[in-house]
């Protein structure tokens, strides 16, 4: 069996997972169905990014040791990819003790090589996109992401990315599925072509990363780090059993992206591993985003879509169908309410679910549930014959579609077959040949063809809505679980006789527009409430403020609190747990201020409190409301705000 390796990028530890992020591990798993029904043994690896200064700062600000956030946000992640059925094969995290040996690895090969040596940078850095500036916008700022970049100055080890222009530009020429899609390809070799400056891979400036072997103080730098984890998640850099695999598995067959992190995969990647002498993966893909109303969704700009709320509304097929069917893959694409539940209602409650509660119901009326074989002598029509070829061809479009990952038009060819079945009946009016004794051949032929159109729709759609036509290869009572069948024997003409149909239920319930819209953003902006202290949720940095109104200000109650009794929370050295009166109750809060006051400091002093946030567990204790401090210093050290002269409990700070 062919091996497929198939990755996504691995994502950030700052913010919580969103809809962006969502979208690439929901193509990538359909990939990872789809190949695997094309016959391939597929390997599908997700992630998270953990280290970096944004990442120590949001701890920071969160009031937790680096690990234990990174902890955290990983474990956000893989509770969502679990609940919205993402079946990736592997998750790495960039702070497991495998990855620290893979990155030290390919950084002696690489020195190895000769591509290694110590410079001095001085120069700007974006703190948030983990990148030196070295081509600011004309206002001096990020051309990433907009944001003033700060100037620093330091000792690094630099990676000689130069001495790889030539070698690239010709790896590029001569494979040009390297990078796909095609627009993304003559930028990089624009890019290139301009000339490659050596790039820096240590940092001397914090210290939650890699260390490099033998420098002390020294780190790695973020993509540096980052990149490596698609070879260490498959065994470079493990001594045993897991390092032989790397052997099977490398290259990686195809790596997923968003447009944004095009040059760190397709120039400074492939130069890494031409330096460490390691094959090139065969295909990076680098997508559009999701925009919201002309912008890309980002935390920075608050225009954040999760997919919580979209699964809980709209189900997880009907999501995954909205995406793939929307975007064409590699183009930008706005994403809104009104458009998925529109998309939703008409496609899958109309257009298929209805087809097939329809179907079902006429083979249960007319054949007491036996899907009917049309006999030797049943007359057959042109339009039975149409609906046959129309099959065959979406089953063949479908595949050429999805083998160059143009999803959208792959189900265009799907739904090509559904209008057709649709029209078919139509025609055929089997309702009114089952009024005629003498017409049973003719509808059995009729209902046969249409199961046989359903069942042939609904294996192609499976790695798109694997849940949904799950339950539908149920009712049309096929033994073959579709994710083990093989789309390559998919033809016309294979639907078993005799058949018993399961349960007709309706798999795809029409929503009541308004309604649903409704749901979608009250549920929205319930997730995106402000969080408790000490959590990752609170944890908005510096470099991701926007600006609020004074409404939205006045929606922060504040008042006086005075701490009754405070204690450490066991197994946490940062957290204590306080009993604070507020005027009008004493609330329980819990904040990370634990290495900076000890409890009995606290008792009987006058602290602010802000009082209407969510309650949340921080630890499993019970928080009710968050103590306002100082940040200070490099450590972040918590100075508790308090008054200059006597103030009551409970008086609101406005
Ligand atoms: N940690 C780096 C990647 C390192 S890979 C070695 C990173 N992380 S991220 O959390 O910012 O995730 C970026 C990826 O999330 C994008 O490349 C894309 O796959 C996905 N998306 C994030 N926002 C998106 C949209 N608005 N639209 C579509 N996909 C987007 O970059």
């Known amino acids: 069996m062919p091996k497929f390796y198939l990755t996504t990028p691995i994502y950030y530890v700052n913010a919580r997972p969103h809809l962006g992020h969502t979208y690439t591990t929901i193509v990538a798993d359909t990939i990872a169905r789809y190949k695997r029904m094309r016959g391939y043994d597929v390997l599908f690896l997700t992630g998270t990014d953990e280290h970096g200064e944004t990442v120590a700062r949001s701890a920071r600000r969160a009031g937790l040791e680096p690990q234990a956030f990174v902890d955290d946000v990983a474990a956000a992640y893989q509770r969502l990819w679990k609940t919205l059925g993402l079946d990736y094969d592997r998750f790495i995290r960039t702070t497991e003790p495998r ?101 820096s891979i240590t940092r001397t400036r914090f210290s939650w990363g890699i260390p490099v072997p033998n420098e002390e103080g020294h780190v790695f730098y973020v993509w540096f780090d980052a990149l490596t984890n698609y070879l260490t998640a498959v065994g470079y850099g493990a001594t045993g059993p897991a390092a032989s695999e790397f052997e099977r598995l490398w290259p990686a067959d195809l790596q997923l992206i968003g447009k944004e992190i095009v040059r760190q995969h397709c120039v400074y990647w492939p130069a890494f591993l031409l330096a460490a002498k390691l094959p090139l993966p065969k295909t990076i893909y680098a997508h559009g985003w999701w925009m919201m109303e002309q912008e890309k969704m980002s935390k920075s700009r608050g225009n954040i879509v999760r997919a919580e709320p979209l699964e809980r509304v709209v189900g997880i097929d009907a999501l995954r169908y909205f995406l793939l069917r929307e975007m064409v893959f590699g183009q930008d694409a706005t994403f809104g309410y009104d458009a998925l539940v529109t998309r939703t209602n008409s496609d899958l409650a109309n257009d298929y679910g209805n087809l097939v509660s329809r179907v079902l119901t006429m083979v249960e009326r007319y054949f007491k549930g036996q899907v009917p074989y049309p006999s ?279």
């Open 99 to 199: 990855h620290a040996a893979a990155v030290a690895k390919i950084f002696q090969a690489a020195k190895k090589g000769g591509y290694i040596y110590k410079g001095k940078y001085r120069g700007l850095y974006c703190v948030p996109c983990e990148l030196y500036v070295t081509d600011p916008t004309p206002e001096g700022n990020c051309p990433t992401c907009g944001r003033p970049p700060e100037r620093v100055e330091e000792e690094n080890l630099f990676f000689k990315l130069s001495a790889f222009e030539q070698k690239l530009l010709a790896h590029y020429e001569k494979h040009p599925e390297f990078i796909q899609p095609e627009s993304r390809r003559n930028e990089v070799i624009s890019f290139v072509r301009g000339g490659l400056r050596d790039l």
């Open 376 to 654: 030797s002598g049943a007359d057959r029509t042109a339009a039975d014959q149409e609906v046959a070829e129309v099959a065959e061809k979406a089953i063949t479009a479908f595949q050429q579609c999805f083998d160059s990952y143009d999803f959208s038009r792959g189900l265009e060819a799907v739904w090509s077959l559904v209008g057709a079945v649709n029209k078919y009946l139509v025609e055929t009016e089997p309702w009114v040949l089952a009024e005629d004794e003498a017409k049973r051949a003719r509808l059995a032929t009729v209902l046969w063809t249409a199961v046989e159109g359903l069942r042939i729709a609904t294996a192609l759609l499976h790695p798109v809505m694997p849940t949904v036509t799950e339950r539908v290869r149920l009712q049309l009572g096929l033994e073959a679980e579709l994710g083990s069948s093989r789309l390559d024997d998919l033809s016309w003409g294979q639907m078993p006789t005799s058949a018993r149909i399961g349960t007709i239920e309706p798999v795809f319930p029409r929503l009541e527009k308004d309604a649903a819209i409704e749901q979608l953003r009250r549920l929205e902006e319930e997730m995106s409430a402000p969080a408790a202290p000490g959590t990752q949720g609170g944890a908005v940095s510096a470099e991701e403020r926007t600006w609020i109104s004074i409404d939205d200000f006045a929606k922060v109650e504040m008042r006086v609190g005075e701490v009754r009794a405070a204690e450490r929370v066991a197994g946490a050295n940062k957290l204590l747990k306080m009993m604070v009166d507020v005027g009008d109750e004493v609330r329980q809060i819990v904040a990370g201020i634990a290495e900076a006051y000890a409890p009995e400091q606290l008792v009987g002093k006058k602290v602010v409190i802000v009082t209407n946030l969510q309650p949340r567990k921080i630890r499993g204790v019970e928080s009710n409301g968050m103590i306002v401090a100082a940040s200070v210093g490099e450590q972040g050290r918590p100075v508790l705000a308090t008054f200059a002269e006597d103030v009551p409990v409970g008086a609101r700070l406005k």
